[in-house]
């Protein structure tokens, strides 16, 4: 699908500011960009950086007193791949490649090893495979209340599964969590999601099955075949949408996203299985 | 200084066990290998993986049921960076490279949003530089036993600062948290120490300062300008020498580093400030 | 059913330690005692204390350095109150004598104001009354798993939730929880107990239910109407069988009960519910 | 002092609720009640409570839906016991009476279990007695700030001390936990307090030394000698000036206490120990 998408931000400084924002759409073969404009105002000297793992686009700016603003616009065509959910299966351990290995480690909102009893109790005994993954994604849709206020910056997946609430990123925390403690990496994702209401940056995550990374949604607000990448990270710490050090208030925030080809919102979601990222080369073995 | 240094680890496999191990000193500008050998027993595949950022050495294994040892050995010569305390003084954030920026998030076990305000009011209004950081390493040492047994793998700083105990793991988390929380890049260090007794792997940490990664050590047990890097991460959870996933026990443990050139333990441990990493290229400004 | 029950408990002494015990069965109209000692070797003095409120028999000893022991025997005749548990309905609020009222509130280890939402997300929509807390039981049987070593003396029912794991102590402490956070009164219940393999203290619970306490384990381990209370708390902290004060090792512990009138053990346990306290007297209204 | 004390809460009821009030002095020797009233509006049938051990007054009443209010006047003299804080010694564990023993146990927030080794490393060296624990109130007047939603109703001793804030409440809560982590019985004390600034319900602790309860005031915001108690608890759980179950919102709320008997206020505050209880008679030896 093709998609109109972007955001604009607004802030104002009460000290000077330094802002890393991570709001442009990653750099990926499945994603082609056909235009793209980051506009700041004032238009302040800009720092980039692209990390040479996940290829997250991180930009960074200086921001002076006053008001500041980030318009980022983009036109884009996702081309998803997809799969019959109940062909791919889980990849054993040994089978993994090395550099998928840490998205098995518990990380600071993803407390996946305090979760491993619970894990392997509700889930351990469940066919594996991507149904497997899928089972964690409805468990937590019937199991977690969305909602708003439920959690802050620093609520952790065991926090959440206690509270029964949480918002996007909790859900996706939680299911982070619970992969990981199966021996599934899993990682999390920031995205513009097709079909989200309200509009806001959205937080899934993708499970590493059976060679590549496969996209899941707990929350089950979006088009799962419409989630344009943002950021991939260990947890919500890695990939925040803006991260200010200074002393500011954000003063608005409008995202955006829609079809740029015509085409209707589906009236069904998928059911199929999504992937967006290419099946990664191994590193090599010796 | 020459070393002559390695690691002896003997396992005994009850059921097929994937291993990374990350034993191996990392490729640096300032540590010249000079001979360097891994032997496996049996023989085993071995995939290799340099993290492309860190470059830290992973190596993956899969050992079958039966006994298992990994022999590490190695010859280099590290020549590190010294200078006067006094003259380092901290990077604003305006100025950090965006690269070293992730080094200010909180992670699994160093919690630093939650140990913000106890930074706050313990170092918030020192003297800022290289010496603040000394000053927090003064402080974790007159303030936390070093005990084994204390903390375990899932302890993380906050709760180590209530116990009030640990060991190096928890003193290079608590470091790094409180530099973290002070706004100064920390990134924790395992390390082959040359003095630590009794020997063993080591853990300490590097902040941030004046443009370059400097090493500091609160258990103050080894010679700072002694420590041969093996792994850089955001906390211990990253870079664990082994990293089993299956059924094996450990049945002996050697850890060695020496000097290879003749010289005499120093009686005395240096006061300068010491890096072992070059100042890294910014990212690029637009 | 008639018990001859007691302990033996022996102690070394290494520094001067003080002691409370609370392994005297307590003194309730439905528990007759037919005969009773305790002695102490060496014959110390005893300083003796029967909290006002609950009954519990607290004894206090300051032992010297050296071997110290403690036997209690008594032959006791327990006449429990029956009743099918379909006719036990739940208490409302509105309703609850003022002195039962204190049930409610989380103690050390009963964390009901953190496990609310996930009582309520369970347990909420289910059936009121005794079966209500009888299916609290079920869950807490069929989820968590009954494992020695799972927690030690600080861990809370929160933990023990998330752990999956731990014995009778956070098997009540969970049932505990669950009902206060539900709005039905629950307190700890230490006991001896009939059936239990192998022999040892026991700790269940009593949810306040139509008027008065109900006897519930969640371990299932032990006859229902061969439980023989010795004290009542908030939650383990308060009815320790041993609290000491100083410095001593335990040398030996041995937990009898045994049918004291011929009769044979049971094939099967009750499936009434249970009830060993007469209806508290309310709080008068004014 | 003679003072005029007491408190006007106001609340819309949304739904039927029962609510535990215990806004009522403490009936105590040192205590006279010169007259006293206390009116419901509407006037609910009123249910009260003495617990037979702390003698705390609870009221309890059933509001239906609508406006409900609690007005509580009272003219009290308290008759405080002075002595030089010196001459108070610590008593060792083996000379306190039983039935003060428990409240050397954790409760719900005050977590002295997980604070010991912090106190111990704080507090474990200096001299004993009731300059220990003037020390203690020192270091946490010190090292905590006095803000305004910094806690909640689920905020622990150790969450505290970690956030390095809190109010009334979690001061005292810091206090209890650090004294009974030394083996100095304490226990959670909510009072009227004179010199208080804004007026509001106070919570202070006491600490028992030298065969009697003293008063302490982490704080440091009101008269030691002008603390006129209402409630004694484990902690804030047991003492609540109000606990509603059902649906109300609070619509007003007042305190007030004044010298009633033309006295100014003081200059300066007491820096004597002070006391408001009787030694309690022992609970027997045989």
Known sequence: MRFKLGCSLAYEIKAPTTFIFNVEVAHLKSLAIHSETLTLSPDLKREVYVTPDLKNRYLGVNAGIGPFSVEYNAEVELAVVRADPETIRETPVAELPIDILPFLLPSRFVSSDRLTPFALAEFGHLPKGHKRVNAICNWIHDNIAYQRGASDGETTADESLLKRAGVCRDFAHIGTAFCRALGIPARFVSCYAYGLVPRDFHAVFEAYL???????????QAHLDGLV?????????EIAFATPFGEME???????????DGGPEPTERTIDAISTEEPAPHAGAV
């Open 210 to 220: 059976d060679g590549r990374w496969w996209l899941f949604d707990a929350t089950r």
């Open 229 to 237: 990448r943002i950021g991939i990270g260990r947890d919500a710490a």
């Open 250 to 260: 954000p003063t608005g925030m409008e995202i955006r996203i829609d079809r740029a």
